[in-house]
């Protein structure tokens, strides 16, 4: 399961707050440089609030500074935050979120990361190489780097440099995805992709959430789970790991703990998967939305930005009528207030 925690670039400006992993996730890494190269006029010296983007961020955990804007994140983490924690929905990622938060259809949207195509105009020829991203966690588990060195795939690290990891999906043929912005950053980019499963800590509910957005479904290929964590943990988890495992042998009620490293299964796995990914290579099932539905999606977006923008008073919260009230878990349709374009029309 994702932290809570987020990293908020506190100033006295406008406050834009994401979920920050020390190590890098290329999804959640977009955020700085999609909101502001876009949108820079929201963090001008007089704004007051906190404004969420791409990424899972609507929960009852996240504990931001208010006003709070949501821009097109999801909920998949934990619950919705309360009512009196004075959210404010400007649009969110997609229909199941909608529902969720019990807001109107119309406030769902898409993902933020498809304004990435507005970002890279000049894009380089497409080649004959297929990529692999895994979700930033499966990264740990397993060496899936050399897992595509065997295959013949390109390692897309999800820590990397985002500008480098753009240019390498904008080369690719296509894009085997286990991490979500690697498929939207690839569908922005009119990149084909297919959605792969390699763990049980993928979020179907929040690709479900996406690709809803989009008029598309999710049916991943699934992949053995590989197991292969010790090279990348130090020699204080493999002993606590160790311990813990000693002591469930020993009948020890292990519920209240957390859980010790999955059982290395490299030897008995490893060529399942390269086997399985190979078959992806040779003969996917690939992804892309049409062209249309992203146009209108992407036109809604930045219209809806333009007019939240342009109405925002940078010296305190939105008015009433602009800034759209959360609602409870799964309330009644159309609770969560106006519908996008109609508050911001007002």
Known sequence: MKPDTTNTLTTEFMQLSYYKDSRGNFGDDLNPWVWYSL???????RGRGTILGIGTLINDRTRIPGPVYVCGSGTGYYGAPPPEAGWNYVFVRGPKTADYLGLSPDFAITDPAILVSELVPKRPSQTSMVSYMPHHVSAYQADWAEVCRQVGLTYLDPTADIHQTILQISRSKFVIAEAMHAA????????PWMPVRAYQHILEFKWQDWCASLKMAYAPEDLPELWDIEPFSNK???????????????????????????TNNRQQVWQSVLDKLTQLKNAPTL?????????DAKRRLMETMDAFSARMDLAGPLPPEV???VAPPRATPHAGGQPAAAFLAS
């Open 184 to 191: 939207i950053v690839a569908d922005a980019l009119r990149v």
């Open 39 to 45: 949108y820079p006029e929201l963090f001008q010296e």
């Open 236 to 262: 204080k988890e493999l002993f606590k790991s160790a311990i813990k495992k000693g002591l469930i042998r020993l009948g020890m009620d292990a519920k209240s703990w957390t859980p010790p490293l999955p």
């Open 287 to 295: 992804y892309l939305s049409d062209a249309r539905v992203q146009d």
């Open 323 to 325: 800034a759209a009230p």
